[in-house]
């Protein structure tokens, strides 16, 4: 486990923080996170990610559902982090809603989707971060989402 003073994780703590496993971890490492605040994640975008299998033959694009997922992940990691709880822990966020998402530009294989989360509020058990993915610096994605931390087992 890798962790320096802007909060960045590896892949190893990363997988304490999320559920997901292969093929929809989304998250290939955090490179900051201040705790209750934001996180910034890095999604490396590779050509030998199983949906380009079929989206679109040709003319690879990742699925914008995809990337509203990456970000949620992250929004996932952030919300485990400030509530101080893992997974394991018998806890779970869930997606309530998605709002406002916007897609400005395709993300393809080569790209690295740089997703920042920002923890807008918490109230009444309900997270909302708001959420935006780039690439080279230019806005892919933006979205809103709520989620709730839910005990499962």
Same mark, same amino acid.
């Given at each position: 486990m890798t962790t320096n003073d802007l909060g960045a994780m590896d892949i190893g703590e990363i997988m304490a923080y999320l559920p997901h496993r292969y093929? %929809?971890?989304?998250?290939d490492?955090? #490179?900051?996170c201040e705790v209750g605040e934001r996180l910034v994640a890095v999604k490396n975008? #590779?050509?030998?990610?199983? %949906? %380009?299998n079929g989206h679109f033959p040709g003319h690879? +694009?990742?699925?914008g559902v995809l990337? +509203?997922?990456?970000?949620?992940q992250a929004a996932g990691i952030l919300g485990f982090k #400030?509530?101080?709880?893992?997974?394991?822990?018998?806890?779970?966020?869930? %997606? +309530?809603g998605i709002d406002k998402a916007r897609f400005r530009q395709q993300v393809?294989?080569?790209?690295?989707?740089?997703?920042? +989360? #920002?923890?807008?509020?918490?109230?009444r058990g309900m997270w909302q971060f708001s959420a935006e993915a780039t690439v080279d610096g230019v806005r892919?994605?933006?979205?809103k989402i709520t989620c709730t931390l839910k005990e499962i087992g």
């Amino acid at each position: 486990m890798t962790t320096n003073d802007l909060g960045a994780m590896d892949i190893g703590e990363i997988m304490a923080y999320l559920p997901h496993r292969y093929p %929809f971890l989304l998250i290939d490492r955090v #490179t900051e996170c201040e705790v209750g605040e934001r996180l910034v994640a890095v999604k490396n975008v #590779t050509i030998n990610e199983p %949906f %380009f299998n079929g989206h679109f033959p040709g003319h690879p +694009v990742m699925p914008g559902v995809l990337i +509203v997922e990456a970000m949620a992940q992250a929004a996932g990691i952030l919300g485990f982090k #400030t509530n101080d709880t893992r997974p394991d822990d018998n806890n779970i966020y869930l %997606f +309530v809603g998605i709002d406002k998402a916007r897609f400005r530009q395709q993300v393809v294989p080569g790209d690295q989707l740089i997703i920042e +989360v #920002t923890l807008d509020r918490v109230a009444r058990g309900m997270w909302q971060f708001s959420a935006e993915a780039t690439v080279d610096g230019v806005r892919a994605a933006s979205c809103k989402i709520t989620c709730t931390l839910k005990e499962i087992g």
